[in-house]
C-alpha cells in the first residue's frame, strides 16, 4: 500500500470510528454530519454499514445530495419493523423507500433502536491500529 493510500484509508476509517462514537454519545445524524463534516446522507450510509450491515450502494461523497430525510407517514413503524426483527432490506420493501432512507430514520428512531455492539468499536480500532503502522512504514 502506497503512502497516499494508506494515508486516505486511515482518514477513512477514522472518520467512521467518528461517527460511530457520536452516534454512540447520542447525537442525531444530522448533528454527526455536521461534526465529522459530510453530508447527513453520507453520514447515515457509513454509520448504517457498521452498525446495520447495509453494503456500500456506491454512495459517491463528491455527488451526494445534501438534502435531509423528510419523513412521513412511511416512517411511523419503521422502528417497530426492526425491533420485530425485519431487516433494513424487508423494511425498504414494506415501506417503498430507499434503504438509506431507511437506515436514516432508524438511526435517527427516538427510542434509540440500533444499538453500537463492543465487536464493532474493536474493528474499527483495530482496522485504525492497523492503518497507523501502515501509514508510518509508508513515510
Known sequence: MGRLESTAALDAVARDYALVSLYMAGLDVASIARAVTVTPRIAAHR???HLLGVPDDGVDAANESTMVLEPDAAFDAVDEMYLNGMSVFEISEAIARPTSDVVWALLDA???VVAVTRAVLQALRS?????K???AAAK
Open 127 to 131: 482496522d485504525l491500529e492497523v492503518l
Open 110 to 112: 427516538p427510542a434509540r
Open 47 to 49: 454509520i448504517g454499514f
Open 133 to 135: 503502522g501502515a501509514a
